[in-house]
């Protein structure tokens, strides 16, 4: 008996071994190999076989460079970046969830004849609307030569005329009508199916595609998304200069107090059901977060309202520097840090040009004085002295603008996380949902029907509770993703410019384009793995009492 255990064992082993190999040399082999990297000083450009220098072994000086050292005000932005992309996967969360409940509602007619006829009267409203678009938009008969000769002035289109530019504008318009119609007329005619392999396709498509097809539509100057926005900014401007600035700051002021109530009687009854035991510390931290979320979403619509009026209530920035107030600085700097170079400081502030932002003037002369976190906090602290703070509304000077998404650092970050709900919403996280939406009892609805409840009394007594285990393994999966991701957008759609490094891009750029110093990014990678490891131990802890609340 034991020989035949013995033997049955080897077989399952030889069966195993080529899988085994594969994992021990090219996963766990190279993993283990990174873990002793981040104890060492190796730099290709340092250590190779052209170089007689040998690799050392320094402990945990990597890490305390990353964490507390010259390197931590790096490491630390670059998380915030990841954290803040990270607010996307709620979003995408709820989003596939609401999709799922759509798609599960079979709210399409289901016999083929029913499906036919709604078919067919989409298709005859679609043809209408397609008509009367094209009647209502397309411009008239072609003008004169002389007429045809003027270019537009819009931007992006100057080699046209303006005849041309309502031509392309009526086309897009039909061309929109006839979409939304086509899809209203498969979906009504093939059912749940065909929206659910619509929400899908995103996650079908090539990311570096998808990328750089969003790139596009982000484009400050010809781009769609500005080119729809343009309008309705220029109307909101004019809506602005025409009420008195008091409404606005009043509308602001109301929508804070109001967040802010809200949060308090919502945080203060989730501690009462806490203390009566009517819930756990699981789903008190649920509510939490949500509150935290909606709150930080409505306190961000509270101040665009306040700075609307050009004259904003609250500071919105720090003026400009000139040449002499950068000359002065550079100065100031120069004998607060005697340790660095002088004339290096004034080349920067020289490049800095005329009326240059304090931002831009931190980071160009901090980088001069040393590039560790003490110059960074000393030419902080001079720049931000030399540039006072103004109350300068987003309707004053140049007036409200589209967004500069992929190049201003305050929506470069915004445009990665709507490209990712985007992207995310109609995925595998729907399919999941969808998975446990069909796993849950009818009786349990009947049941709750009987009872008097309401729809959304279901969702949160029956619905929600029942999905607790697929959402908790979707945001282990999504924290995980979350912490690791956003290498590929920043480094196709931003090149790491406006702010958007993360932490892999961050890694990316120690190993092979800071001087190869690959035990400094194997320290970064594991300081990576220790807070995704801490994170999934939390979600686990915490997800696990929720599943059985």
């Known amino acids: 008996m034991i020989g035949s255990a013995r033997k049955r064992f080897l077989i399952a082993l030889l069966f195993l071994l080529p899988n085994l190999l594969g994992f021990i040399v090219f996963t766990a082999g190279p993993v283990l190999f990174s873990?002793?990297?981040?104890?060492?000083?190796?730099?290709?450009?340092?250590?190779?076989r052209f170089s007689e220098t040998p690799i050392k072994w320094i402990g945990i000086e990597n890490y305390e460079r990353i964490l507390t050292g010259d390197e931590s005000h790096l490491f630390w932005d670059y998380f915030g970046n990841t954290a803040f992309l990270m607010l996307g996967i709620p979003l995408g969360i709820a989003g596939s969830l609401a999709l799922a409940m759509m798609l599960n509602a079979n709210a399409t007619p289901q016999s083929p004849r029913s499906r036919l006829r709604a078919g067919l009267s989409a298709a005859a409203i679609t043809l209408v609307a397609c008509v009367g678009v094209w009647l209502v938009t397309t411009p008239g008969p072609m003008p004169a030569a002389t007429d045809a000769a003027i270019k537009t002035s819009e931007v992006g289109l100057t080699d046209l005329s303006n005849w041309d530019v309502a031509r392309l504008r009526s086309n897009a318009a039909i061309l929109a009508v006839a979409a939304l119609g086509i899809v209203a007329t498969c979906g009504l005619s093939f059912g749940a199916l065909f929206f659910r392999g619509l929400f899908y396709l995103p996650s079908l498509l090539a990311g570096v595609a998808m990328f750089l097809l969003w790139k596009t539509l982000y484009r400050p100057e010809g781009g769609l998304i500005n080119a729809g926005l343009r309008p309705i900014i220029e109307e909101l401007q004019s809506i602005v200069q025409r009420t008195p600035a008091g409404l606005w700051y009043a509308l602001g002021l109301a929508l804070a107090g109001l967040t802010i109530i809200w949060s308090v009687w919502m945080i203060a009854t989730g501690?009462?059901?806490?203390?009566?035991?009517?819930?756990?510390?699981?789903?008190?931290?649920?509510?939490?977060?949500?509150?935290?979320?909606?709150?930080?979403?409505?306190?961000?619509?509270?101040?665009?309202?306040?700075?609307?009026?050009?004259?904003?209530?609250?500071?919105?920035?720090?003026?400009?520097?000139?040449?002499?107030?950068l000359t002065s600085v550079a100065a100031e700097l120069a004998r607060a840090i005697p340790s660095a170079n002088a004339s290096e400081i004034r080349l920067a502030a020289k490049s800095l040009g005329e009326r240059a932002r304090a931002r831009d003037a931190i980071v160009a002369l901090s980088s001069a004085a040393g590039g560790n976190t003490e110059s960074l906090r000393i030419t902080a602290r001079i720049v931000n002295d030399a540039a006072p703070l103004v109350n300068k509304g987003l309707t004053s000077d140049a007036g409200l603008n589209a967004p500069l998404w992929l190049v201003d650092a305050r929506w470069a970050k915004i445009?990665?996380?709507?490209?990712?709900?985007?992207?995310?919403?109609?995925?595998?996280?729907?399919?999941?949902?969808?998975?446990?939406?069909?796993?849950?009892?009818?009786?349990?609805?009947?049941?709750?029907?009987?009872?008097?409840?309401?729809?959304?009394?279901?969702?949160?007594?029956?619905?929600?509770?029942?999905?607790?285990?697929?959402?908790?393994?979707?945001?282990?999966?999504?924290?995980?993703?979350?912490?690791?991701?956003?290498?590929?957008?920043?480094?196709?759609?931003?090149?790491?410019?406006?702010?958007?490094?993360?932490?892999?891009?961050?890694?990316y750029n120690v190993a092979f384009t800071d001087q190869f110093q690959l035990g400094l990014a194997s320290a970064v990678a594991w300081v990576m793995f220790a807070m995704i490891f801490l994170l999934t131990a939390l979600n686990f802890r915490l997800g696990s009492q929720m599943t059985n609340e």
């Open 35 to 48: 873990l002793g990297m981040s104890f060492t000083d190796w730099a290709l450009t340092r250590h190779n």
């Open 271 to 325: 501690v009462v059901r806490l203390a009566h035991r009517d819930s756990g510390i699981a789903a008190f931290l649920g509510r939490v977060g949500f509150v935290t979320t909606a709150a930080a979403a409505a306190l961000g619509i509270a101040f665009f309202l306040v700075q609307l009026p050009k004259q904003s209530l609250l500071p919105s920035g720090r003026a400009p520097l000139t040449v002499a107030q």
């Open 415 to 507: 445009a990665l996380i709507i490209m990712g709900f985007w992207a995310s919403i109609g995925g595998g996280t729907m399919l999941l949902y969808l998975a446990g939406l069909s796993n849950i009892p009818p009786e349990l609805y009947e049941a709750a029907s009987i009872d008097g409840a309401t729809g959304w009394q279901r969702f949160i007594h029956v619905t929600w509770p029942q999905l607790a285990p697929t959402t908790f393994f979707i945001v282990i999966m999504s924290t995980i993703g979350g912490l690791q991701g956003g290498f590929e957008q920043a480094m196709v759609m931003t090149q790491g410019k406006a702010d958007t490094i993360v932490l892999a891009y961050y890694i």
